[in-house]
């Protein structure tokens, strides 16, 4: 008697949709051992991860804060790697983005000003980061350069302009010399949209980005080139399709929701630049892109996911005592799980009884 | 038991106003709840470390009175969240202990009147919202004495994290005390643009040895530094805490941070109703930070060190007194003035004699 | 000892570990892999490498357990990666989360723990000739075994049977398959080789490099390790080579700013990333059009393809 695995033809769509229960399932029995391991109640270890996040109207508000620049960037990613680009920069093009997005708002600073300077910011920070993920599409497509070294490299260069700016050039005069710029003028910061709590108009924007990447993906000539440049490249080469201004428009794109993200970090979240504006986001978006499955709606569902458990982490560390370090544990056994069971649902498993040789499947 | 007290209650015929006065004895038993946020993991070895240990001398000191809860390695993007979530769960004084909070700290305090906020450096007060600093530069000073009577080569290595006035005033502090002992002392400075890194440290330390330096300041957090000094036979000093362990025949005094008496004192002072915002920056004499033994030094080097530490700590020595004249010539203060507090915070200019660029 | 001596010295030594991590992701590249949790794998080397040895006082079980518990991770990522056929770019990221974590937790009680560095070499006569002698005969143990390693993948790719089968993997696995050679095992046997060089890698972070112990450690190193591999499109020479500029930069921006160079901090910090961009546009453009990375890479593979 054995087991044979074999790779499923189709993928069932009820199947698809069971998977993520499966993970979650799995999460919360290995989650609940793990609690009971470290002496804290599962149930309220489990409670506090996933659902203290979601109890009130603040707290749904900060989910929306830390999933909003996930999924902008995370989007953005999906478009490069349906596409067979490797964007792995995201950071620096957020950064990018923001420095940007700041120098609208440090020109302006204690001018009179009106209600065009928040815009203005916007459209500076995505052309910034467009122009900044430009660099590793340009030298993939003129010079073969490799761009998931060039992209990752141009990150440590983009911090390193940043921290630049905010000791040198943009540093506050009447801030102690300490390395920030000031604080943006309220016109210059996003605005908010409730009285209490820190959710602003970069939510619902975040959301129009994925309705309309949503949108061209799955009903425009570009989102159908996009993905047949990734999945059969010869193909869209008989099409007439031509891959380098594609390589161009995608990196343009996610350098541009990057740089998107940046500028709602600086001016929705920190209100000034610091040397740090991000923890880190341009990188977990790419986990977001991939529990996504590449698509933007997805990519909704799995910034507010990751959103919840960082939060989730947090809260545990206040209330459950639990160090840092057990939130990221179980975060990569999520991440594991969420992984496993969508590859498994792509195989059959049936159990061969006797003679093990023949066929493999 | 219970029965009897109730029983006796009741008899009293007081029983409303005994009840009353019954939950305001429990409430007043209530601990503390005290939050700590850092910018680093608890582990850091340096800044967060200390920190941590100072939240742990408060647990020991305060017993029952406190309960304290530490959040580690927040970004400045979600401190915002951190302290509401801590106030939510009725933490009514919290630590806020790195400069990448304090403007997050002062837009977050006015949300949460109730609670108490104290900013490990800063620029202004609020009236919910402390800042606390050590004047390190002292220990800087000693540094700088005792390095001139330990170098043969005559020349400092500086490893230097980020060119930020702490770390500038700092710079010029040791130059200060080792021109005290021998003015031609000379300085070499490398910025490892980290606060802790220690390969990077490391490496930092091997440039600034295979040049001639043989006496290594620090001013980030891992002993990587000490234990390279040790490893090619010069000296160094310790940063945050006591390192003499890692590296016993370079170790020369670490500069050792305290923060736990002033978390009692702070906690005391909520206890008691008499918290009130202040501003914070205590030298050598208050204890918020010390300086480990002495230790491979000669028992004369060791009482000048000693002796130095002392005026440092009673203000009898200032090492901000002028004549101060910058590296580009311009004069600052002429002799027998002094800086101010603010001028030191937010100096960002070497002094003439320290041949160093100022990056940024 | 002369100041070139002592750069050489100290750039040899920085370098080592980025060399050692990246020959063990070459292979796995090679083999049609792409593991992105290199971080993760050598951060935990770093910790169980530096808790092995503070437990039994020895350095070579140190360095066995750091190895070890880089295969260890390594395995999870294969059971993901191979076993499930999951997406390898997440499940590499997810193994850098959960090895950051469990780092942590696994090292947390070995904070401010302290141990001697590891002895360098000291060949009587050879050690004493000037300049040859300490940049050549006075390195750690670790620093041999990385050429070592170099020299023997590179032999083991291009000179054996069974190099050529692992390209043919990376290469092409369907028709390595159907030639009969069994891509999953080959891959996993690939896979297990990069987490144990990851592993070792961080062992010597936490052994020999800076001697103890403290979270989040390796710095970044695991990413650039990646980044060398991809610059050194994927051969053993090239790698040795990406790694020493990388390192190299890295030591000789900290002595111009040790002497005084009047340029920001910032820009020749960055110089070390600048500098491996411009020199993969030369090589690259030196190639023109030819696509060096193996054919198969980061595809997953199951058998009724």
Redesign the interface.
Known sequence: MRLV???RQDVPGWLKLVSPLYAIALTLLSGAAMFAALGVSPTTGLYTYFVSPLTDA?ALQ?VA??ATPLVLIAVGLSLC?LSDNWNIGAEGQLVIGAVFGAAVAVATHGAPNGPWVLPAMIVAGMVGGALFAMIPAI?KTR????E???S???V??AE??L??LV??PW?DPH??????TV?FEPEAQMTRLMD?G?LNISAPLALLVVAVAAILLARTLKGFEIRVVGEAPRAARFAGWDPRTLTWTVFAISGALAGLAGVV?ASG????L??????GYG?TA??VA??GRLNPIGCLAAAIFLAVTF?GG??A???L?L???????????L??YI??C???I??RFTIVRGDASGA?? | MSFNRRDLIKGAGVAAGAAALGTSAVAQAAPLQVGFIYVGPVGDFGWSTMHDIGRKRLEEVMGAQVKTTPVESVAANDMERVATQLARQGHRLIFTTSFSFFQATMRVAPTLPQTFFESATGTATAPNVSLYNARFYEGRYVQGVIAARKSKSKTIGYIASFPVPEVMHAINTVMRGAWSVDPSMKIRVVWVNAWFNPGREADAARALIDQGCDVICQHTDSPAPLQLANERGVFGFGQASDMTKFAPRAHLTSSVNNWGDYYVERARAVINGTWKPGDVWGGLGSGLFRLAPFTNMTPEEASEAQKIAEALGSGKLNPFDGPIVRADGTEVIGAGGRLTDDQIRSMNYFYRGVDVAVPG | MTLLEAILLTVITASTPLVIAAIGELVVERAGVVNLGVEGMMIMGAACGFAAAIMTGSTFIGVLAGVGAGVAMSLIFALLALGLAANQIASGLALTIFGLGLSGLVGASFIGAKREAMPKLDVPVLTDLPFVGPVVFGQDPFVYISVLLVVSVWWFLTRTRAGLVLRACGENHTSAHALGYRVLRIRLFAVMFGGGCAGLAGAYLSLAYTPFWSPGMTAGRGWIALAIVVFASWLPWRLLMGAYLFGGITILQLHAQGMGVRIPSQLLSALPYLVTIVALVVISRRRSGWNAAPGALGKPFSRDY
């Open positions: 695995i074999a790779r603040w900060e804060v830390k790697y030298l010079f073969q350069a490799n998931i070294l060039t990752l490299m141009l440590y260069v390193l302009l921290d630049w000791r040198g540093r801030g102690f010399n300490f390395p920030q604080m209490v820190r970090e979240t920190l209100g000034q610091q040397p740090n504006i991000s923890p990188f790419i986990i991939f529990l939060i947090e809260n560390q206040i209330a005592r160090p840092l370090d057990v939130t990221r544990v179980f975060q990569g056994m991440l594991f992984l496993a969508d590859a498994v792509a195989f493999t499947a």
